[in-house]
Each structure stands twice: as C-alpha cells, then as structure tokens.
C-alpha cells in the first residue's frame, strides 16, 4: 500500500467518526444556519431612504464607471466640444481654496483658507457630458504633485510640489484616436511625459477643458469609546488658469457646467461652482471629486452571522479532537495508525472539508439574497464584478475551513475543551472585535488585522482601498491594511504552525 492509500484510508475513517457523531453533524449545519438567518434578518431590519423636501425617497445609486464600479462624478467643467485629434495646453498659476468650519454661532457660516490634499484642478477630456463616461485628466492637486487619472480608478503621479504665481505648472492633454498622453513642464518649453492612457470605445466627439473640483476635508477624531471616528467637512477648490491654447477642431465660445451637481427642491444647485474669465486668465472653482465611490452598503455586510457561525465552528473542530481525548479512545486511533502527525493531518483535512462546504453554502445563499433584501429596503449597494463577488464567497468558505484547522490544532494542543475554545475565540475573533468597533485608534486596529489571526477576514473585503481618493480607510468601516488573500494567507499561517506544533507534541508525549 502506498502512503497516499494509506492518507486515504486515514481520511476515510476521519470522515466516518465525523458523520457519525450525530452532535458534530448538526454543529456543521447549525454554523451554516445561524450565518444564513443572521444575514437575512440583518437585511431585513436594514431600511434606508434619502429626505428630499418633506417627503422620504429611494437614496439615488450612484453612477457607474466604465469598468463598473460606483464612482463620483462631480466637478466644474470649462469645456469645448472636439472633434476627432487634438489636444489642449494650459498654465496653472495658482490654486486655492475654503473649508468649512463648525458654526460656533448659529446662521454664522465660518471659513477657513485651505486646499485639501486631493483637491484637483487641470485639463481633461471627457466622452460627453454623462456622469460616469470615460474620461482622462491632467491636474495639479493640493499635496500631491502633478497626477493623470483616467477612469476614475487608476492614477498615475507626476512631479510632487504645489504650483504658486512664482512656480506655476504647465499641463497639456493630447488626444490620438483613444489614446491620451499628459505632458507636465515648469517652464513651457521643456516637457515631461506623465502618461499614456488608452480610452476604450471613446468616441470621435469628446469634450475638452479646464475642471476644479476638491472632496470634503476629512478629519479623524477621537471617539466616544477611544476609536478614531471620521469627520467631513464641506471643501471647494478655485483654479487659475493662463496661456490657454487648443488644437484641433475645437471651435465656438466656451461653455460651462456643473457636472453632477445637486440641486435643491427650488432647482438651484447646492454648494454650485463658478467661472470667471478676465481677459487670457480663466478662473474656476468646483466642488466634489472624480473618483471611485465608496460609500455605501457593501456585499460582505450581508455576512453578520460570521462572528457566530464561527464560534459553532470553533466548537465543533475542538470536540473533534478533545472528545477523543475525553473518552481515551485516541489510544485505540493511534494504534491503529501509528504515524501520529498523519492522524492529525487526516483530522484537519476532514474538519476543513466540512467547514468549508458549511461555509460556502451559507454564503453561496446569504450574499445574493441579503443582498436583494437590503435594496428592496433602499439602501444602495456598491457594485461589484462577478469575480469578486465569487471571491468574497469562497473566501469566507476558506476563513471558517482555516478557523476550524487553528481549533482542532488548539484542542489537540490543550487536550481539554474549554481551554481550546477560549483561546481560539481569543485569537480569532477578540481581536476582529477590538479593531472593527472603533475601540482602538487607527493605527492599533490595523496592526491587529497584520499581526494577529483577525487577518484573515480581510478576504470578505470586496471594495479596495484606492489611496488616490479621501477617504476613511477604518476596519470599522470595512477597508483592512492587508490585500484579501495575504491576509488570509496570515490567519493560514497561524493554523498552520499550530498545527504543527500539536504534531510535535502528540508524537512527544503519550496520548
């Protein structure tokens, strides 16, 4: 017999202790259940609306990019219509702006001076007017130096510095076909390359022009409980430029428009931009920010029975070693196969499988449906591709498969259960809770989801964290420091030295 035969064999006869204890069985169904009727009574008990006047409405979705994803499309857009080639040209001799400051007097509206570090202001061609319409831009920002973006979710970074009257930025946009190129210079006549960009599908007539726009000024405070809690505050950015030149067919008077702006129940805009032109010089101000959006119900909300589910879990692989222990019947299983750290691998290679197949049935139900339940109810839901909605199910099928692994490799190391049921919980998911419920500041909640086994929940992730954008990147909020697979590859790594440590151990010491 080879040793795969006899791995097999071993699985099998795991498999058979498995299935007939019945208490384990129905620990395996009840983890998958508890995480399927949690999601949808969370769901169910989600209700969201949007105040338009007096009257509650549906809150809008918002628009999608051309690679689908939810993205913000407001800004300020000095524009011509262009037909087929060209490009435009522009200097950049300053860029300014005001933050909104808490009111300490109610109806006195209080300012500051300031620029937001991703406030935006440049060039860009757009295909057409439509919110969410593929685009390319060339800009100067608040404190991140010349960058060209396009699509809303890629970013590419030119010079750092600010641009000021004495070190003006000179920007210039090309349009071949579908390919865009953005050129910076400091002096005019000396250009660097930014980047080229290819628009899929951009069609022969695009709009070409001067934009401004800035994102609120996000500061983080401290919370009630310790936590660091985010806080918005109303920002607008003003541009000027100078040296404006374009080429191509770009004829006619410019025009002007507040793209994607919000208007109130009178139909005036809220928070407008403006326009202004004095001779050569164009002066723009806008507010909003062309970016992935963000803010939202997220698919992996769907899964609030994690927490529970996995205690069962927890529960379940523990007595799948302990119990053995508890009756001394893990003498007569040692017997029968000597090769100790087998038996053990045999255990984990079941107790995974079960978890697994538990956990991917309850996703496999949950996200979907919760999902659907919570737009029924009005809350908006941030799209996402097919492949990361595959992923974010299987994922969270690996996450309860790799707990029960750390489990029964606890319980095979403490050999009593309660010892092993605390300290996975204590593991797991002690630190999930700390970093995720604003308890901690920041910087502490995300070295938990680095260091400790709470990693590995980082695979529910379904929204990146894109670092060209403002943005409250806090676990509470969903967003962890680690990629979705790394950090399950961190809580895999736990399990796995746990689990060979209970191999050294049980080869060293008499069962």
Excluded at 168 to 186: F, I, N
Excluded at 209 to 232: H, K, N
Excluded at 409 to 417: K, M, N, P, S, V
């Amino acid at each position: 017999m080879t040793r795969r035969d006899g791995f097999a064999r071993l699985v099998r006869a795991e498999w058979t202790k498995f299935r007939t204890v019945r208490s384990w069985v129905i620990g395996a169904v009840v983890a998958s259940l508890v995480i399927v009727l949690l999601g949808l009574f969370s769901a169910s008990g989600s209700h969201a609306s949007c105040s338009k006047g007096p009257v509650e409405v549906d809150c809008p979705e918002p628009p999608r990019g051309p690679e689908g994803q939810a993205v913000s499309d407001r800004f300020y857009f000095v524009h011509r219509t262009l037909e087929g080639d060209g490009g435009i040209t522009v200097r950049v001799t300053s860029m300014t702006g005001e933050i909104r400051l808490p009111d300490l007097t109610p109806g006195v509206r209080r300012v500051t001076a300031g620029v937001v570090p991703w406030a935006k202001a440049g060039v860009i061609v757009k295909d057409g007017m439509r919110q969410g319409s593929p685009y390319a831009a060339l800009m100067v920002t608040g404190r991140h130096g010349v960058r060209m973006q396009h699509n809303y979710v890629h970013d590419l970074a030119g010079r750092p510095g600010g641009v000021s009257r004495e070190a003006p930025r000179w920007l210039r946009l090309t349009r071949s076909g579908d390919t865009l190129t953005g050129y910076e210079s400091a002096d005019g006549a000396r250009w660097t390359t930014v980047g080229t960009v290819r628009l899929a599908g951009l069609g022969t007539r695009v709009e070409i022009g001067l934009f401004a726009t800035s994102p609120c000024d996000l500061r983080m405070a401290r919370g009630d409980f310790g936590g660091s809690v985010g806080q918005c505050r109303f920002a607008e950015a003003t541009a000027d430029f100078d040296h404006v030149s374009l080429r191509g067919e770009a004829g006619g008077a410019w025009s002007h428009d507040d793209v994607g702006a919000t208007r109130n129940l009178d139909g005036t805009i809220h928070h407008p931009g403006r326009f202004k032109q004095s001779g050569g010089t164009f002066t723009v101000t806008g507010v909003g920010d062309i970016a992935p959006h963000v803010e939202g119900q997220r698919i992996e909300n769907t899964l609030t029975g994690t927490a529970a589910g996995l205690i069962v879990v927890i529960v379940v692989a523990v007595l799948f070693i302990t119990a053995e222990y508890r009756r001394g019947l893990i003498r007569t299983t040692l017997l029968a196969s000597p090769r100790r750290g087998r038996v053990l691998a045999a255990k984990a290679v079941v107790i995974a499988a079960v978890t697994f197949v538990a956990g991917l049935a309850a996703a496999a139900v949950v996200v979907p449906v919760a999902s659907r339940i919570l737009r029924a109810n009005g809350n908006v839901i941030l799209p996402v591709s097919s492949l990361t909605e595959l992923r974010v199910v299987v994922g969270f099928a690996a996450l309860l498969a790799v707990g029960a692994v750390l489990a029964l490799a606890l319980g095979a190391l403490f050999r009593r259960g309660a010892a092993a049921v605390t300290t996975a919980i204590a593991l797991i998911l002690l630190p999930y809770l700390l970093a995720t419920s604003s308890v901690l500041p920041l910087g502490a909640a995300q070295w938990l989801l680095r260091l400790t086994p709470a990693a590995g929940f980082a695979i529910q992730q379904s929204i990146p964290e894109y670092p060209h954008m403002t943005g409250d990147h806090a676990p509470a909020g969903g967003s962890y420091p680690l990629p979705p697979w790394a950090g399950l590859a961190v809580f895999a790594a736990y399990a796995a030295i746990a689990l060979g440590l209970a191999v050294v151990r049980l080869r060293r010491r008499d069962a």
